[in-house]
């Protein structure tokens, strides 16, 4: 990846509709060059997808879940979650906990139907729920 493409990056990230004439404009390459680019940094699996960020309304009642899984049982949880559309994200890190769950639901209620729902997987010891008060920033 060289300067133009980590460019190309960080304007997609901000707006992934952004037009290619635009793209182009901003990092001094022409439309066809730009797509090329796209098209390759997709390929290369450095852009994985594009996507949309829906307004907070839609989804106000956000949450993290840190879940701690028995010995060896982490590598199984995460596949149990997948059907669950209000997770956002599930990320496996280190230390005393293993899994961070950012939940985006319609209502608290749900929030504590999904916990409970982690909960209940055989292999998760415990659930701790953070509700996020304010987002400050997202990209």
Request: with cysteine.
């Amino acid at each position: 990846m060289d300067a133009k493409d980590e460019a190309l990056v960080d304007l997609l990230r901000r707006d992934s509709r952004m037009p290619l004439k635009s793209l182009g404009a901003a990092v001094g390459l022409s439309i066809s060059a730009v797509k090329e680019r796209i098209a390759r940094l997709v390929r290369d699996g450095i852009i994985e997808g594009f996507t949309i960020r829906t307004a907070p309304s839609l989804r106000p009642h956000r949450a993290l879940m840190i879940v701690t899984t028995a010995s060896r049982q982490c590598a199984i949880v995460p596949p149990r979650l997948e059907h669950i559309s209000e997770i956002v994200s599930c990320d496996s890190v280190g230390g005393d906990v293993d899994l961070v769950l950012d939940i985006a639901a319609s209502d608290a209620a749900r929030v504590q139907a999904i916990r409970d729902e982690v909960a209940a997987i055989e292999g998760v010891v415990a659930v701790t729920t953070l509700p996020v008060l304010v987002r400050r920033f997202a990209r």
